[in-house]
């Protein structure tokens, strides 16, 4: 199909933090171009972001409903080919499902959705209209992740015995909501965050970043949520003792009131026969221990690297890939799905990127985690 | 002006490298759009890496003088704002003239031409046509380098007396252009690649980076220049010796042969009062170095960081931003020059990106560095 | 008081390892020297032990019990000062006591006994006699440990939320203890190291550096250990949530199969306004994270490093010291105390080492940790 | 021969620092004992200082040559062993004279003398007395510098082509000599310290460790020297430019002016299959780069490394050893050699410290360098 691929956007207006990370990502390598938006509530909002970023004026709306209305009206030769949704959390289910039904493709931004019987739901959605949803958990999408769960898969470290992941981040120290700064504010509401604050907006990506790497799912958990800052109402640190089905254990911490602390999102996991460790900050670099000789230091790029990390490497090692890259990659693997479907082909069999499945993992975890108050609970799949 | 910016590219077909680097960094902030190429001088590899890009066929060429007669005689509406120019550097000055005499601003890859003589006639044609003329050295568009200009600025380590800069790469430690890998063949090749091998290619980096950062340059040099590789006809390894108006001095050493290596370009500034490092392949740091505290650690992104790095930020701290924002960033600034340009406004005040005159500048530092012969030479304004 | 304090030493026999250790320690600055033994529960290793180390032959003996009737008779001019006590676990009590009783000072390895109960009554022992009773919680001697203490003391970083404590090794990945490796073979054995495996040798390191930083107490955790390693008595692998004294949150684990780690011993601690982090490994620097402002690394034997810190210094900034160092540093401290002490004077107000009073509390989060079987436990004061 | 090694220090009294470095250095292992000094030329300091170290008073004495005399008619009971001579450069020759001459095994600090014409001088007296003479060139010492050089001797990196040597500080970035710090006044002072200041300070710790690694000699070298510090009378800096024997490059630069950097002594050498990085300031790990597969970070102590470094390693992986420990390791290295010497028995054929030949090829270094004026000049064996 020799064609960029054609997409709106609903959310992600002038303010807004991760709509310009997705345009970026999803236009990095040129396979796909913005043309139509439902950027904000306030319609004046919403012109005004689709003339920063230069679209017709007619395919700038003022909600998601009239943009799918509009857009699914569209001749084919212009027609949507999917939607990428960046609402906070409590608007993703409606556009989802609208879009979905419509037939459009969705892409999604974590969490899934405000509760966990929106994420089943929302699966149901997604298994009955046979449509594709992609969920950025953008960290999977970077090259020496892949690299350490090729080798995990590979055996290179044995079977898992311990993983220790965590998400440490300081912004939130003071009550920032009370300010007007509008990352804050929805973050820390339940009424558009969710049940949890720091959990769910970032302990999740901790979560799926140790299931993708392990393959391993948790089976109980015990968490201990603080508010540590006076007025807020929703969990803003998190400590969490792990089990794992096959009887790996693990800790997942993860905060926003570890002062200095950026996006500190690390992740060691040990087997019974070597270690391995990746830091988000420091991302083109994988160490790997072993019992009997020196730890190496794999770095993206280069020729010894396998082919899961080289398919999703832009540039040659030393010159360094960050989030925007890892970013662009899941919306390369969406793509590759994407054009098989709608060319009406089988999808490649390596094609790769978080799912509806993840959503709803993900949002168990989170329910759990809130429902736990110390104790040991169990994470049935949902 | 309410519209992307239309561009050209002259190379950068399958199988290159550094042409697909400048698609996404033209492309990353959604400003500009390729729609016209040359990319090979044999047609066919043109036509089918145009097709790649998705161009339409008729603005793929086969020749970038027969893109320059065609795209000048299309109509104002879809006609090309700018060129970029990727192709090994023999053959930068002939589009460049071509182009800019056909009335295109042009981006350039460095060095800048060449030769000297060719950088000195092409400088002339820069000035005369009055057309925007840049070279992409990339890394003076990384935020924390900008934020070390800002600070060496304002004093912040006093006088400068001590540069060390290095560029150490391995990719060349054996005959790699005896293979077909097309990277190495033209680097290697004086007929394609000029006076200088390793120093042309990634020394000029170098000495860039420390003329950007200290705002001084060089007023004599001694070179060692070595070729290690047997069977090869340029340096591939080179340690200079640098004495700088002002009286500061210096080392700068890069090489192609250091095993192991990367994209190590590090440099280190000491002033009277203070000291800084960048890290090229950790370039989200910053270390300041002080007499009587404790030395800093600054990462972009953060508030505390000046206008000069914040302007070229696009995302928070703690998610690592690389090589190709930093390239993407010596683009953002020329669209807003190119922007001013084409409105007939002044350009503003601020605005910031390598021109011509880095150009003369790097061709004088290859032209000396190869006279040397380990003796000391003046470098003198070209 | 103008002589070398004598010392003689239990256990740290040929093939033990934390008696030269502490031989090396006593010893640095040329204070204290060696000058008899009960190196062994053999005889005859104990003899070989002692002529190894120059001692007299009638100052070596085959059992501390002889030790303590033979020294306790001899004339004060060559009368010991000190016992330093570097046995297994289970065989701290009885020589402690016996010296202790004997009118001797005593060093003692940790864990200070083999059972809480053995602790508690330890304690009141050296309440009776008076002695000095110190414990080797050697990297509570480390100068930047001071440092962070000093710092968080001053109000730094304001009142403290979140403490993440870490000692990960990987020596015991397999089973080590299975071959004749002496050192693996008592660590791992109930009947010696007591109730605990991992938690005793490493995890109550962990533990005391975070109350030493802190001054925090725990007032509850809860505990997932494991035993990975097939045929191991005792845990080789812990998770810790622990709750603190005033509200803080913390994670502590520990790990002794964590392959190709080696002594990851690692605080983090974050306040209302800022956090500091050190690491065992790179023991010269300490980490401070400011909420606006870039982070810093102290670096040990400078200028701006505070009294605390540069009172357990030897040699300038940029010259490494390290475990070494950092373990005589508390008998630095020890000595301080122990010649007052001996001249009949009061000690310095500022002496610091770890006391019985240390050797409780660690034996005291042994015990709850043992008994929290992944459930809340209290942590009350013993 | 069971008894501890006994010795005498000349320098290193109250205020100085690297006596108390020799001293714990010396001492370390428990082999052997200061018994006597002649610490300063001032008696009552001398005396004062003996005290401080608990020496008996009759063997503190106030000049090196009374020493001497009175120690040489000592009986050979307690005659000393060996002689450590710490004081300004100036003060080498005569001591070292003086007590080879009388029968004493002489340790020497670094450089060996004040010129080269006395270092060629005390080559022909070691080689005349018989005695052993060793210089205490301590970075050597470290054990993963050993491994280094085993590395390079077993091919492991092929034949060397590149060195990279550095010896970065900043504490004579102001005219610190006009205050009352006595270690800047004699290394700034000609008088004492010879005809280079930072070159002959740190630049051959530089020169001797690089010359120590690969087994390479200088044959030319071109340097350019500043002193950027009004008022000064020797070099605070400089960058030189080396060749070496067999065709490899080199670039050796060194500093006091670098404001924030402490003892940055740092290595790379890159040969035709593989590359080495050794940072004094991290010294307990090795870098080691290979064209083909990731980089390895060997650690010090574990089972992989080698029986060169194992020698010289007292403590396991991931406890760190610092500056003490590698200088007490050629103390160490010094004691068999001495023992073997004192037994009339042949050296241990692996027996490695540095002897009066380093000394003059390191006279010889500072001698070419301080000549070359920016030219190239050769460095013939002296």
């Known amino acids: 199909m020799s064609r960029k691929l054609r ?40 012109r005004a972001s689709g003339a920063d970023l230069f679209l017709a004026p007619d395919r700038v709306y003022g909600s998601f409903d009239e943009m799918a209305t509009a857009e699914a009206a569209r001749p084919a030769a212009d027609r949507l080919d999917f939607v990428v949704i960046v609402t906070p959390n409590h608007q993703h289910f409606a556009p989802a499902k609208r879009f979905l039904e419509a037939g459009f493709a969705v892409v999604c931004d974590k969490p899934a959705t405000f509760s966990l019987a929106e994420a089943v739901e929302l699966r149901r959605i997604v298994d009955t209209t046979g449509q594709l949803f992609a969920l950025t958990h953008n960290y999977t999408g970077n090259a020496m992740v892949r690299q350490a769960r090729a080798l995990i898969r590979s055996g290179a470290i044995g079977p898992v015995r311990k993983v220790l992941v965590e998400y440490s981040q300081g912004w939130l120290s003071t009550h920032l909501e009370a300010t007007d700064q509008k990352q804050a504010a929805w973050r820390t509401d339940p009424a558009r965050a969710g049940a949890a604050g720091c959990v769910g907006d970032i302990g ?64 060691r996991v040990y087997g019974e026969t070597g270690g391995l460790e990746w830091h988000q900050e420091h991302p083109n670099e994988l160490i790997v221990k072993h ?23 832009r540039i040659p090692p030393g010159h360094p890939e960050g989030y925007l890259e ?30 509806i499945e993840d959503g709803v993992e993900g949002m168990a975890f989170i329910d759990a985690v809130v429902h736990s108050h110390g104790a040991w609970v169990p994470l049935p799949r949902a």
């Open 204 to 267: 999740t990506h901790a979560e799926n970043l140790a299931r993708f790497l392990t393959g391993l799912r948790i089976t109980e958990l015990c968490a201990d949520l603080t508010t540590f800052v006076p007025g807020r109402a929703l969990d803003d640190d998190a400590n969490i003792l792990l089990r794992y089905e096959g009887g790996a254990k693990g800790v997942l911490h993860c905060s926003q009131i570890c002062v200095g602390d950026e996006n500190a999102l690390n992740i």
């Open 326 to 355: 890892a970013f662009a990659n899941i919306y390369r693997e969406v793509f590759r799905a994407l054009r098989a479907d709608l060319a009406g082909e089988p999808r490649p069999a390596d094609v790769e990127f978080p799912t």
């Open 7 to 46: 997409f709106g956007m609903i959310g992600g207006g002038r303010g807004a933090f991760i709509g310009a990370v997705h345009r970026i990502a999803a236009q990095m390598d040129g396979q796909a171009e913005l043309v139509a938006g439902a950027f904000s509530a306030d319609p004046d909002r919403s």
């Open 291 to 313: 019992p009997d000789r020196p730890r190496e230091i794999w770095r993206r790029g280069n020729a010894y690297v396998g082919p899961e990390a080289a398919a999703l490497t």
